[in-house]
C-alpha cells in the first residue's frame, strides 16, 4: 500500500483546507486530512467527491476530523480554469450564475432593497430559464436562513436543479450555521472557479 500523505488543515481559514487538499489529491492517491470544524469537513469531503474518491471520515477525541481519500483507480482529475475567457463564443457556453452579496437589491433605501431582492427572485423562480447556480455570501447568506422571507422561491429553485453555494465563512461570521434552511456549505475555491468559468454573471 502506498505511503498516506497527511495535511494538518486545522487552525487554517477556508478556503486553505480544500486548495491544499487538491493540491494534495494531485500528486497521491491516498491522503489524510485533519480538519477542526463542521465546514472545512464538508468542504473537503464534497471535494473528495467531486474528485472522484473514496471519502471516509471519522470524528477524534479532540474534537478534530480525520478525512480519509482514496483515489478512484479510473478517476481522473478535473481541470480547474479560472481564467475567464474573453471570446463570446466560450463565454455563452458557461453556466448562468446570479450572486447575491447582500440581502438587498440596488442601494439608497434598505426597505425599498428588501422588496425588491423578493420580487426579483420570486421572478427568477417562476421562469422558465433558471440559473445553473446561485452564489450567497457577505450578508447575502441571510436570504437562505430559516427566518427569510424568501425562502419558499429558493427551495423551489433548489427542486428544480438549481445549485445553492453558500459561503460557509460568512455563516461563521453571522454565526448562523445553525439556520442554514437552503443550499450547501461552499467555500471562496468553489465559489471563484464559478463565477470565473460563468457565461453569464448577474449580481442583482
Known amino acids: ?17 480544500v486548495v491544499l487538499t487538491r493540491q494534495a489529491i494531485e500528486s497521491n492517491d491516498y491522503v489524510r486530512v485533519i480538519v477542526d470544524n463542521d465546514t472545512a469537513l464538508e468542504n473537503v469531503k464534497r471535494l473528495g467527491a467531486k474528485l472522484g474518491c473514496n471519502v471516509k471520515c471519522e470524528a477524534g477525541a479532540d474534537g478534530n476530523y480525520e478525512i480519509d481519500l482514496t483515489r478512484k483507480p479510473d478517476a481522473a482529475l478535473p481541470k480547474e480554469d479560472f ?35 423578493r420580487a426579483f427572485l420570486h421572478t427568477i423562480a417562476g421562469q422558465p430559464e433558471k440559473p445553473d447556480v446561485m452564489i450567497f455570501y457577505n450578508t447575502g447568506v441571510k436570504l437562505v436562513l430559516r427566518e427569510s422571507e424568501v425562502l419558499d422561491d429558493l427551495k423551489e429553485l433548489a427542486a428544480a436543479g438549481v445549485e445553492i453555494l453558500v459561503c460557509g465563512t460568512c455563516l461563521n461570521y453571522f454565526e448562523a450555521n445553525d439556520k442554514l434552511s437552503v443550499g450547501i456549505v461552499s467555500n471562496m475555491y468553489d465559489i471563484a472557479g464559478t463565477m470565473s468559468k460563468a457565461g453569464r454573471l448577474i449580481n442583482p
Open 1 to 17: 500500500m502506498k505511503p498516506i500523505k497527511i495535511i494538518n488543515a486545522t487552525g487554517l481559514a477556508c478556503p486553505q483546507p
Open 83 to 117: 481564467v475567464p475567457s474573453c471570446t463570446t463564443a466560450t463565454a455563452q457556453t458557461g453556466p448562468f450564475v446570479i450572486v447575491f452579496s447582500e440581502d438587498k437589491m440596488g442601494r439608497g433605501n434598505d426597505e425599498l432593497g428588501a422588496v425588491l431582492v
